[in-house]
């Protein structure tokens, strides 16, 4: 597989795509950005298919604080029936005295794939890197 002008383009506008929805909580927006057996996973849990994502994103990820994700050093590689994508991530969210906090910094590892003509993540794992508060509704470890 070669990928071409504008796959890079859709890829990247995807990847970008997926923060924008996290960010103002389109979640469903969010799981629609996966194909049907599509991985999202973290250390604080996982889900597959479009659904069960926006399910267990609604369980993690509270309307506040407010958050905003940054993502930069997008590296592509074409594999035979996908692309594999490595990018760096970091959120920034809202501090409870106000005011922007980072919140973590990471990498995402994804695989993704051009499906009915359009790119969906098929995988996508998070990895914390540096971490700090980060504003979610963690289930506590019993």
Known sequence: ??????????????????????DQHRLKDVGDLFAENGIWAAKYGSATGPAAIQTLLT?????????????????????????????????????????????????YFDRLQKIDGSWKFIHRKLQQDIAGDLGLALPTPS
């Open 59 to 107: 369980k993690l990820v509270p309307v506040r604080p407010a958050r905003k994700h940054f993502v930069t050093n997008v590296i592509l590689d074409a594999e035979p029936d996908h692309v594999r994508a490595v990018s760096y991530y970091l959120v920034v969210r809202e501090a409870d005295a106000g005011g922007p906090q980072v919140s973590v910094v990471g990498t």
């Open 1 to 22: 597989m070669n990928i071409d002008f504008e796959d890079d383009r859709a890829i990247r506008r995807l990847i970008s795509e997926y923060c924008y929805c996290l």
